[in-house]
């Protein structure tokens, strides 16, 4: 079975500065898709970036960009220029190519400090 | 576009009541998720849909929980009799075939 593991539960940065999050995952399929949510206070489930496997481009958002290292199973996400609206529960997620279902990590939390 | 639309945005109930949780998705999304959120738990997804047919109810806690999906623009959850440990937040999701799952904003349930 497909695992996501988030090693850092809590995570924090000081304002404009750079701050990296953690992910890796367990797979035997070659075909799938890696995310990651923000959730913040409010308690929305806001989509940040996404990857497919069989890119081997890094996904980048603006502010956001990842670092997937596929033989490694490793998804982590970088958050460039921290703003205090980025404060929040980072999710990262995996989903199978050939089905709907996500599989989500426990989370890290972030603070942003001012 | 409209995202992912849940009601009631709260609910809150006495124990051994009925609760029903609804959700709209996105227009032409063929999958439809539904997920419960808690402290203890985290994230975990309770059933999905595809096309309007059950495809894993496999997270379902028990038989008092049930979810249709009677179209493509509606879905309900179902809890009967709800306990005070089914208090949780209650998240719909949907996608398209191999997108990104949009969350709606969710149900914060509580049963007395």
């Known amino acids: 079975a497909q695992t996501v593991t988030q090693s850092q539960p809590e995570m924090s940065v000081q304002e404009a500065e750079t701050v990296t999050l953690s992910c890796t995952y367990d797979t035997s399929e070659s075909d799938y898709y890696l995310f990651w949510y923000k959730q913040p206070p409010s308690r929305q489930m806001i989509l940040v970036i996404r990857q497919e496997a069989y890119k081997q481009q890094n996904a980048t958002e603006n502010r956001f960009s990842v670092n997937f290292q596929k033989a490694a199973k490793s998804f982590s996400l970088k958050i460039s220029d921290s703003q205090l609206g980025d404060a929040a529960m980072y999710f990262c997620?995996?989903?199978?190519?050939?089905?709907?279902?996500?599989?989500f990590g426990q989370g890290t939390t972030l603070q942003v400090k001012p | 576009d409209a995202g992912v639309i849940q009601s009631p945005r709260h609910e809150v109930t006495e124990m051994g009541q009925e609760v029903t949780l609804r959700c709209k998705p996105i227009s032409g999304h063929d999958y439809l998720f539904w997920y419960r959120q808690t402290m203890m738990r985290g994230l975990e997804l309770l059933i999905y849909f595809n096309n309007n047919v059950p495809i894993d109810d496999s997270g379902m806690p028990e038989d008092r929980f049930s979810a249709k999906m009677p179209n493509a623009s509606f879905s309900t959850l179902k809890i009967q009799p709800s306990e005070p440990r089914d208090s949780a937040v209650y998240f719909c999701?949907?996608?398209?075939?191999?997108?990104?799952?949009?969350f709606g904003d969710g149900t914060r349930l509580s049963i007395l």
């Open positions: 997620a995996y989903r199978q190519g050939n089905t709907g279902k996500l599989i």
């Open positions: 999701a949907s996608s398209p075939d191999r997108g990104a799952q949009h």
